[in-house]
């Protein structure tokens, strides 16, 4: 069984936590609610969720710190959604900046428009780990590949040096 993306969604406003977390539980997501920043990010550090929902504006620990502390000293690539009653575009800007992955403004009249986010977002969370392992992958093949390569080397050297009376040419074309 495939185990469902953890959304935490972190807002001060009760209905807006309630309503979002009902709408994402019917598309299959596990999820995780907090009523302010401060317990947003407790839970986000016990529990590792695979994409936040953040408001912007919170009394206590606001969005933007949120952001900053996820996206530079938690966990730089979980996708960070912001959402914000306000149209401000410099809210959006500093956001963003801040570690958000995407700005969506509040009321969201067409949820689909909130999954269609969510799902972008997991899948380049997606790629960039894949990404991640494979150059991973790639560095450890290319060392293993070096190691080989030297040690055929040396055991070349070792026949060619106790080659009785022989002289060994190697060219270079």
């Known amino acids: 069984m495939i185990k469902q993306p953890t959304i935490l969604i972190i807002d001060d406003e009760k209905t807006i ?3 979002f977390a009902m709408y994402l539980e019917d ?3 596990q999820i995780r609610v907090a009523e302010n920043g401060r317990v947003g990010l407790e839970m986000f550090e016990q529990e590792h969720p695979d994409l936040v929902l953040v408001d912007l504006r919170m009394p ?3 969005g933007i710190e949120v952001l900053s502390r996820i996206s530079k000293e938690l966990s730089p690539h979980t996708p960070l959604i912001v ?3 306000t149209g401000n575009i410099t809210d959006a800007i500093i956001a963003l900046r801040s570690g958000a992955w995407d700005y969506v403004l509040k009321p969201v009249e067409d ?3 909130l999954i269609y986010r969510i799902e972008e977002s997991l899948e380049k969370a997606r790629l960039i780990q894949e990404n991640q392992n494979f150059q991973e992958n790639l560095l450890q093949m290319v060392a293993e590949k070096t190691q080989e390569l030297t040690e055929s080397e040396k055991r070349f050297r070792t026949i060619a040096e106790n080659i009785p009376g022989g002289t060994l040419i190697v060219g270079t074309d």
């Open 17 to 19: 936590r309630d309503s």
């Open 60 to 62: 206590e620990i606001g």
């Open 111 to 113: 949820l689909s428009i």
């Open 83 to 85: 959402f914000s009653g």
């Open 27 to 29: 598309y299959g997501y």
